[in-house]
């Protein structure tokens, strides 16, 4: 293989893993999210209430600066 080929099949290999990551992060929130509005949908079952979208969306929110954080404090490496 040439030096070209191999930086371009590196490029594609980089846009490849930004694209599965991205997708990864996107179902993790949606799914994180998701499971909140069940949990509003169960309490509001038993409590006779409405279903309101700010507990979901202020508990993803919470939960993903939560994870933020942690990932902070890790400082993005496993290393012992």
């Keep these: ?11 594609k290999a980089k846009r490849g893993a930004v694209l599965l990551v991205t997708v990864a ?19 509001n079952l038993f409590t006779g209430g409405w279903f309101s979208w ?6 993803t929110a919470m939960a993903i600066l939560a994870l933020l954080a ?8 496993y290393e012992r």
């Design 1 to 11: 293989m040439k030096r070209n080929d191999l930086d371009e099949a590196a490029c």
């Design 25 to 43: 992060v996107i179902g993790a929130v949606a799914f994180i999210f998701l499971m909140f509005c069940l949990t509003e949908l169960f309490i």
């Design 54 to 59: 700010v507990f979901p969306c202020v508990a």
């Design 70 to 77: 942690l990932a902070i404090v890790m400082g993005g490496s």
